[in-house]
């Protein structure tokens, strides 16, 4: 009954299998390590055989100085036609039948006594003490009540959270007060509540961004697979980190070049703004308000911009200057819901822009 419950919402959530590579966790998480010293780190959307996340975590427990790892697999973390296992050893029964457990390492020696601690004891371990993996009682949901204790537990949060369910475990992280690092997309930089937190500087971009690719089962069929290897892929062009740890490049200046100029730069004609094609197009010179594309998180240094809303709604920061109706334009929803602009007399809905302003 179980096994047929945890099938079924394996299927339904199919398209949440997206695993993401130890080499992409590695290049990120570099620029973090001052931040996990006696920490605990929740990995809590990880199959423990399958995620890069425990392994990176797992490999690198005792040169972070963590206090203690856990990861949690949920029962829908179903891949078993891919029978990927970051482990050498056939994988065990625990796996093989798929019931949510739990992982939790508080040391790493050097157990299997090879002379070298490696992930071969962090294998040792699971597999010889009892106490490192217990099943769970539900399905490992991140939502559920034993889930949520782990999470009270953590001090740090680490993962790629099923992309379907990206505002739910957000908000359950700000609702704990955790620190993060998790992947999303960056169209999440649009989402209602994620915008208004990246505003008040509660949460904001990590380091690395643009395209990543992710291992997926078998039998996943999407336009973006591609086989590698045996393996199967998904790749993505708009890959985001998001973070409220700070790093290094978050305090970087971006470099401007342009001077504005009534000749480059148009008002928007629904926001008293101007509108910038690219980020490396923002003028050094401007005191008022500029549309930017949504990629200008990447770049962003609270120290030197600011933002102040985002064209993608309502009036909710009080920019708009006009609200359009059928007298204006056929188009005239697509325009209140963007910048618009007047080229060649006619009104044009523009992409959603981050309304910014540099800092004095
Ligand atoms: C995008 S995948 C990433 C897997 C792993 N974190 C990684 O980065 O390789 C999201 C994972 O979350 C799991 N998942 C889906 N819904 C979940 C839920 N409600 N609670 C916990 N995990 C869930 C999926 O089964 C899937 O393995």
């Known amino acids: 009954m179980a096994g047929n419950t945890n ?104 157990v299997n006594g090879d002379g070298a601690i490696n992930l071969g004891d962090v294998e040792y371990l699971i597999q010889n003490d009892k106490n490192v993996l217990t099943r769970l009682k539900g399905s490992g949901d991140f939502r559920s009540d034993e889930c949520i204790d782990l999470l009270k537990e953590a001090d740090i949060v680490v993962t790629n959270p099923p992309f379907s369910l990206f505002r739910e475990y957000m908000a359950q992280i700000i609702e704990y007060q955790k620190s993060f690092l998790i992947i999303g997309n960056q169209n999440n930089v649009t989402y209602k509540e994620i915008f208004k937190l990246i505003m008040q500087n509660k949460i904001w971009a990590g380091v690395n961004a643009g395209a990543q690719k992710f291992e997926v089962p078998l039998s996943f069929e999407r336009n973006n697979t591609y086989m590698d290897n045996g393996k199967k ?108 602009l007047l080229i060649n007399n006619e009104l044009k809905s523009t992409f959603a822009k981050l309304l910014i302003r540099r800092k004095q």
């Not at 971006?254 to 004609?269: G, I, N, R, V």
């Open 233 to 340: 892929y998904a790749k993505f062009g708009n890959i985001c980190w998001f973070t409220n740890l700070d790093h290094n490049k978050r305090h970087e200046e971006l470099d401007m070049y342009k001077h504005y100029s009534t000749a480059e730069y148009q008002y928007y004609d629904n926001y008293n703004a101007i509108d910038v094609g690219k980020t490396a197009d923002i003028p050094m010179d401007f005191d008022g308000i500029m549309g930017v594309p949504i990629t200008f998180v990447y770049k962003y240094n609270p120290e030197q911009f600011e933002i102040v809303g985002i064209t993608d709604r309502g009036n909710e920061y009080g920019l708009k200057t006009k609200e359009y109706t059928k007298v204006d334009s056929p188009k005239y929803g697509d325009l209140n819901r963007r910048g618009a």
């Open 7 to 110: 099938l079924r919402i394996a299927r339904k959530d199919k398209q949440d299998e997206f695993y993401t590579q130890l080499e992409d966790i590695e290049n990120e998480l570099r620029h973090y390590r001052k931040h996990f010293n006696g920490k605990v780190v929740l990995c809590n959307c990880d199959d423990p055989y399958e995620s890069n996340f425990f392994k990176y975590f797992a490999m690198n427990f005792n040169q972070l100085g963590l206090k203690k790892l856990i990861a949690t697999c949920y029962a829908g973390s179903l891949i078993a036609d891919t029978q990927m296992s970051i482990f050498d050893e056939e994988q065990p029964e625990e796996k093989k039948t798929r019931v949510p457990h739990k992982i939790v390492i508080t040391e790493v020696t050097d």
